[in-house]
């Protein structure tokens, strides 16, 4: 992740803090054994307010990518990887979390220990 700072409000009044946010980019490659490229990747999460951002395909790299910015820092963030809208397990996520509310447990991915979604962990150096 690369750290970009905040700004403070250009009038001058009050004194609120820089708020750190970051940028970071998603990428996926097709699992070993797959020869058939799906029609769409995409990415949504708390950071992109469930809404879905299309993954880019780049054939000299074999993967599809995107670089998502101005993600809020200091906190952890839920998202999910859909390949021809359906969800996917992103190898390099920081983790699984259980889905909490409609936006997540839409896009769950069903796992041995239950429902899960993507962790991204947006912290400060």
């Known amino acids: 992740m690369r750290e970009t700072p905040g700004r403070n409000s250009a009038s001058g009044q009050g004194s ?28 949504v999460g708390s950071f992109t307010h469930w809404q879905k951002v299309p993954l880019m395909r780049d054939g ?8 998502m910015h ?3 820092g200091n906190r ?13 397990y992103d190898k390099s996520c920081d983790g699984l979390a259980v889905p909490h ?3 997540e447990e839409q896009w769950q ?3 041995d220990r239950g ?5 991204l962990f947006a912290q400060t150096k």
């Open 16 to 43: 609120q803090p820089n708020k750190q946010v970051f940028s970071k980019v998603f990428r996926w490659r097709l699992p070993d054994g797959c020869t058939q490229d799906p029609e769409t990747v995409e990415i």
């Open 60 to 67: 000299k790299l074999d993967a599809w990518h995107t670089t």
């Open 70 to 72: 101005h993600i809020p």
């Open 76 to 88: 952890t963030h839920h998202y999910m990887l859909l390949v021809d809208g359906k969800p996917t």
């Open 101 to 103: 509310g409609f936006q």
């Open 109 to 111: 991915l069903q796992t």
């Open 115 to 119: 429902p899960r979604v993507l962790m």
